[in-house]
Each structure stands twice: as C-alpha cells, then as structure tokens.
C-alpha cells in the first residue's frame, strides 16, 4: 500500500442552504518543506542584512572619529610650527637688542644655553600665555614700588650676548621637544665675573637641580634674581650684597651645554621676563 504524503484540511463554509458542501484541500509535505526552507534562508539573509548595515555603521563611526583624530594631530601639528615661529621671532628680536644695547660677546663660539626645564604641551600654550599676562601685570606694579627704594635689578649681571630667552623654545640637548624656560641665557666666557643686578641679600647659594652652582638673590618685597651655572661662588649665604657687587663667575655647571650665565628674575618665586628689567635704564 503506498504511503500518503500530504496533509489534509477540510474546511465546512456556512451556507443559507440546508445543505453544507466539503472541499477538501490537499499540500504535500515535500511543499510544506520546501516552504519552511524559503523561509529560514530568507530570515537568515535579514539578519545577515541587518548585521552588515551594523557593521558599515561602526565603520562609518569608527571613520569619522579617525578623521577627528586626523584633524586634531593636524591642528597640534600647527601650533606647535607656530610655537617653533614664535621661540625663533623671540631669540632674533633678544640678539637685536642686545646689540642696540652694546651687550654683546664677538666670541664665535657655541653659544651656552640650558636651566631648568618644564614639559610644554599644545594645549598648556593658553593658560601659560595667560599666566605670562598675569605676571607682566604683577611686575609693573612691584617696580612701581622697587624702583622708589632703588632695589630695581636693571644693571647686567654679566657682559655677553643674549641667547636662549625666557618663555618657550626648543630643547638645547636635542630631542625635538620643547620646554619653558624660566630665565634669560647670556653668553659669557668661562670665568668672567657675575655682579648682582640689584642690592639684596644672598639668600641661597649652592648647586641646585638644573642650576648647577647657584646664588640667589633676595630684593625684598617678594623680588629675587637668580645667578646659574657658575663655576665660582663669591659670597656667603646671609650676606648682604650691593649692586654691582661681585657675586660670581661664569661656568657651566648643571644642565648647560657651555660657558653661559642663566639669569632670573621672580616675582612671589613666579619667573618673569628679565629683559624688561635688562632693557630699562639702571637707577
């Protein structure tokens, strides 16, 4: 006897006669098979569908973020080209005035440059810019004052050439970076005698950090001046020195790359800019 292979479905449609006809309809399993099989490839290939369109979504994402990304290094790149401007403008503009001034050195040799160091990164650039202002503004007003009483530290500390300034610039030892640098570097041959910018008393001398051999100079009403990398230390600490008084010599003890006298100026121990007092007439 052959075997049946279809599924049977009576159905019984009311009618308003009195009689009731059956239709009997018939689908083969084979069909029903065939069917299912449709239909789970076609739900297969939605959520394959739906998977990719996910897929070219994180792709998109992931793209755009990339181009951000592109953007930013390339903005950073920029400013830090304009930072490189800036420290050259910087360096050129000290030479010339110091030689509108008369302060220079004829000695062709390696300029020395160095000091201490701080990490300078793109974005530091405003707040360090603004802080700068801050502490222009502060300086002003504490020479106000200090010039009244004569402590202004506006005589050179030593014959020579401007070099590496004060505010940003390239690294002296190499490397690409750059860093702030918290003083005025004047070239100087070794041993050439270092005088205080101002009277004051000694306050500190010693090696220190990034310095080498160090005099610091207290002027009272938060002034100092700092005298680093010497090879000779003149004074005593406590002592109470005038201006123009040896406190020193030239060297390049520390972080220094040669013979060169790093000079600063603070205000509350915040580094300012010393050309302002350099600059400006002694009185």
Not at 10 to 33: D, G, Y
Not at 60 to 68: G, I, L, P, Y
Not at 118 to 144: C, G, I, V
Request: neutral net charge; contains cysteine.
């Amino acid at each position: 006897m052959a075997r049946d292979d279809r599924f049977y479905a009576f159905i019984i449609p009311q009618t308003s006669r009195s009689r009731a006809r059956i239709r009997r309809i018939c689908v083969e399993k084979k069909s029903l098979k065939l069917f299912a099989l449709v239909a789970v490839i076609l739900f297969c290939s939605c959520l394959y569908g739906f998977y990719g369109l996910t897929q070219q979504a994180q792709h998109f994402r992931t793209e755009a973020e990339n181009q951000r990304l592109r953007a930013e290094n390339e903005r950073q790149r920029q400013e830090l080209n304009e930072l490189s401007n800036r420290v050259e403008a910087v360096e050129d503009t000290s030479r010339k005035l110091a030689e509108k001034s008369g302060v220079v050195n004829e000695n062709d040799d390696l300029p020395g440059t160095g000091g201490p160091a701080m990490p300078l990164e793109p974005d530091s650039l405003p707040a360090l810019e603004e802080k700068m202002t801050q502490l222009e503004e502060e300086l002003h007003a504490y020479e106000a004052v200090l010039k009244v009483r004569g402590y202004t530290p506006s005589v050179w500390p030593v014959v020579g050439k401007l070099e590496s300034a004060f505010g940003g610039r390239r690294n002296p030892f190499g490397g690409g970076s750059y860093e702030f640098h918290t003083g005025q570097d004047i070239d100087a041959p070794w041993g050439a005698p270092v005088i205080a910018g101002a009277t004051g008393k000694v306050s500190f001398v010693g090696w220190q950090n990034g310095y080498g051999q160090l005099v610091v100079i207290d002027h009272g009403g938060g002034l100092t001046t700092r005298y680093g990398h010497l090879s000779h230390i003149a004074v005593p600490q406590g002592a109470t020195v005038m201006r123009g008084e040896l406190v020193g010599k030239v060297g390049s003890t520390g972080r220094s790359t040669g013979p060169h006298l790093h000079y600063e100026v603070r205000i509350n121990d915040e580094p300012v800019n010393p050309l302002q007092y350099l600059l400006t007439p002694a009185r």
